[in-house]
């Protein structure tokens, strides 16, 4: 059952922000081709904590994650610097090579003029689906809904900020190398995939797992 919850998403200028470049297609060809993005909230002892999450979409395995006590543009700020740096995501020259595409949903946050500039100083293009579409952001929606079944719901309440910090830490490392999504998990499908393609035509992923 779910009760009446808090809003995450507060339009920005419409006029202004990116085209939807995924059009609810969230398969891909390769890893670091099409990132997704969300947040949420969660409720702690202390107040209402945020919990922000970028996907990969090829593998579904988080590549970036923040948790912070306001919901503001340096929370999802935080997991996109997260997921640049695991990743190893610069700019090209290469005009042939298809560019990373970042979608998120129509949030104030991720309209900012610092989160479109970082985008774009790491060569990323930024995607924007419809207001109070879920469907439009349907695979990140997705696994947030997972986190809360799977962790918060399940494991919750906590005393604040810190306790969620590490439970969230704890779950994306056994979401990304021990969770089954399908057959396998999300970095054994990812090796997979860089044992049969050239390392030279696709950056190699950087081991992240706590164990």
């Not at 409720?43 to 209402?48: D, E, K, L, N, V």
């Not at 904590?49 to 395995?61: E, G, Q, T």
């Not at 700019?91 to 970082?118: N, W």
């Amino acid at each position: 059952m779910r009760g009446r919850g808090v809003v995450t998403t507060r339009s920005g200028d419409e006029d202004a922000r990116p085209v939807d470049l995924l059009e609810r297609d969230f398969c891909a060809p390769a890893p670091n081709t099409k990132w997704v993005a969300d947040f949420t909230y969660v409720r702690t002892r202390s107040g209402f904590v945020y919990a922000a999450f970028v996907v990969d979409c090829f593998a579904r395995v988080i590549v970036g994650w923040n948790v912070a006590r306001r919901m503001t543009t340096d929370l999802v700020l935080g997991a996109v610097e997260q997921a640049i740096w695991d990743r190893e995501i610069q700019p090209s020259d290469d005009e042939d090579r298809d560019r990373l595409v970042f979608h998120s949903d129509a949030g104030s946050q991720y309209l900012s003029i610092a989160h479109t500039e970082r985008l774009t100083e790491a060569g990323i293009d930024p995607s924007v689906g419809s207001v109070g579409d879920a469907y439009d952001n349907a695979l990140a929606e997705s696994i947030i809904g997972l986190y809360k079944l799977e962790l918060v719901n399940n494991l919750g309440p906590w005393r604040g900020v810190d306790d969620l910090e590490l439970e969230t830490l704890l779950w994306v490392d056994w979401w990304n190398h021990r969770r089954l999504t399908g057959k396998t998990t999300p970095t054994v499908k990812e090796e997979a995939y860089y044992r049969h393609h050239t390392p030279a035509n696709t950056p190699a992923v950087k081991e992240t797992s706590l164990y």
